[in-house]
């Protein structure tokens, strides 16, 4: 605690301004600065995020500063006789806009070239204009979907992938190395640049080229579309026009660039809650797809008609293995499924998704959860091996290598694509989903969050880790665990905790439960929010007939209801 103290301390002081002085003070005297400073914000599975305020743990200007300095001296140290540019674009959280100037000032004032989006992009983009524009960084400020209190800071290398050890190790110590009074805020306008109607043509048609089956029905879709209030809309509605989709509603409640999101709790298309103003749209408009994007376009929901012909919320394993479904099937229908071609998916991705790339004869590869696994194995494999598709459990999907982070806008592109390529061979995207669960097997998923706050909080999950990883249970819901894979640790024990093997992947604080049913149960702390997460997935042999598809759901239900209550009763 005198730590924390000593550190919050600091702020009361020159170089910070008077008004941070006093509001730390503030914090001081009312015995509130705890939360504020326990901590130093460290780059986790998607970047630096945390609640806007003071503090070393908070969002601001100096933990920003501080965060570009440390970025500037790390590019210049990494391309010491090259000049440097470095590409930005925000979202439309409170504060983005400035403080993606903030940024480009620091940046700029180290000497460094900046090129700035003219306007909100969503994230996706920055990762476009990172190759694009052959910089040597990029940043995008965004705290993706978290509630409105959060913002973040993305930063990208050169391959237009966010960073993975050991650069982004390097790149901490560079921040942590950096003393506010060595920050250099003064911008240098002259090496400011900002994108124009150029760089999104460029990007747009970079996704158009994505389409792997020519369809010619696309005026018969009817697509609902809500932004829920973020970079979405810039560019996702121009998209579809020019792939010829006419019909096109969004939903203008949500459609303004707001960071408060005043007609949602939680901007995120994960949500059923966030979904409800544009599912009650479509279906007064008798719509066949509903869209929903995160303030910074990278994740995707998707909503679709049934059987029944009413409006079902996909989830992200759902949409997942529909859109590697789609591309694999057109395009070994069209002679043109490469040999050496490759999928990439999370450890907590459903393994429904390794036996569709299976099915086709297409290797899967595995990674850590976070986006920037996959993004590295692209950049592994470039030139030995072609990359067809990757997805994660929480809503994140990419085709094609232009972009290196989860895209939504072309996610959406191609799920609409797909369901004009069932539409012509008189199925719906819905029965696509129940061919894949009769061809190749039935899964289910869920996930459980416990949000735990502040500095206990951090506390709090630390200590369940460490029990659960001290004493892995032997049973869970009846189940025998067979095995136990520790990614802390590096290794695979049997049910009578012998190491058997060691994995292969980095280091991370991750659990993971094999069942003897096949069913998969994994714990992980998020790396964005201060919550831990229980992964269930349960696993019944393929679909018989169309008709035991609500009868074998629920027993799947079932199952997982089983696992998270003996997750809670360890």
């Known amino acids: 605690m005198n730590n924390i103290l000593d550190k919050a301390q600091t702020w009361t002081k020159a170089p910070f301004d008077q008004e941070t002085q006093q509001a730390v003070q503030k914090l001081i005297d009312e015995n509130q600065y705890q939360d504020a400073f326990y901590t130093d914000l460290e780059f986790g599975t998607g970047g630096l995020r945390g609640i806007m305020g003071l503090g070393t743990a908070r969002i601001n200007a100096y933990t920003l500063g501080q965060t570009t300095q440390g970025l500037a001296n790390y590019l210049q140290a990494k391309y010491p006789n090259a000049p440097i540019k470095v590409a930005i674009c925000y979202d439309s959280r409170n504060n983005s806009a400035h403080f993606a100037d903030l940024v480009s000032s620091v940046l700029s004032a180290n000497g460094i070239a900046v090129l700035c989006s003219q306007a909100v992009r969503p994230t996706p983009m920055l990762s476009f204009l990172v190759r694009h524009e052959n910089a040597q960084a990029g940043i995008v400020i965004t705290a993706s979907h978290n509630p409105k209190e959060y913002n973040g800071y993305k930063v990208y290398a050169s391959d237009g992938a966010q960073m993975v050890p050991p650069d982004d190790k390097i790149l901490i110590q560079a921040v942590r190395a950096v003393k506010t009074e060595n920050i250099a805020w003064q911008k240098n306008a002259n090496l400011i640049q900002y994108t124009d109607a150029s760089h999104d043509e460029a990007y747009l048609a970079s996704i158009l080229n994505l389409c792997p089956v020519e369809t010619n029905s696309k005026k018969d879709i009817k697509i609902t579309y809500t932004p829920l209030h973020g970079s979405g809309i810039t560019l996702l509605p121009k998209l579809l026009a020019k792939a010829g989709f006419t019909h096109l509603d969004i939903v203008q409640a949500q459609a303004d660039l707001n960071g408060d999101f005043p007609t949602v709790s939680y901007p995120n298309p994960e949500e059923t809650e966030a979904m409800k103003m544009a599912l009650l749209q479509a279906e007064k408009n008798q719509s066949d797809l509903v869209f929903g994007t995160d303030p910074d376009a990278d994740r995707l ?163 369940m880790m460490q029990k659960m990883r001290q004493n892995p249970p032997k049973v869970l819901a009846g189940e025998t665990v067979l095995q136990t894979k520790d990614y802390q640790n590096q290794t695979v024990l049997d049910e009578n905790g012998q190491i058997t093997a060691h994995l292969n992947l980095p280091k991370s604080d991750v659990l993971q439960f094999i069942l003897q049913d096949g069913s ?40 997982i209801k089983n696992f998270i209550s003996s997750f809670r009763n360890l």
Not at 339 to 367: D, P, R, S, W
Not at 537 to 558: C, F, M, P, R, W
Request: hydrophobic share 40%; proline share 1%; aromatic share 10%.
């Open 301 to 463: 929901g998707v909503a679709v008609r049934n059987k029944e012909g009413n409006l079902e919320l996909l989830n992200g394993n759902q949409i997942a293995c529909l859109l590697a479904y789609y591309i694999l099937s057109s395009k070994r229908e069209a002679g043109n499924l490469p040999e050496n071609g490759f999928l990439c998916k999370t450890i907590v991705t459903t393994e429904l998704l390794t036996e569709i790339a299976h099915y086709f004869g297409v290797e899967m590869v595995q990674t850590l959860t976070g986006f920037k696994w996959i993004a590295e194995q692209i950049r592994l494999r470039e030139g030995k091996q072609i990359y067809l598709f990757g997805g994660e459990e929480s809503y994140g999907y990419l085709t094609g290598d232009k972009v290196r982070d989860k895209d939504a806008l072309s996610s959406a592109f191609l799920f609409a694509e797909m369901a004009v390529w069932a539409k012509e061979q008189g199925k719906t995207v819905y029965d696509l989903l129940l061919e894949i669960y009769q061809k190749i097997g039935f899964f289910w998923e869920d996930l459980v969050s416990l949000t735990l706050q502040g500095q206990e909080g951090a506390k709090e999950i630390q200590e």
């Open 520 to 559: 998969v149960l994994t714990v992980r702390p998020s790396g964005t929010e201060p919550k831990i997460k229980f992964y269930c997935s349960a696993k019944l042999g393929k679909l018989v007939a169309v008709t035991d598809y609500k009868n074998n759901q629920e027993i799947l239900l079932q199952k």
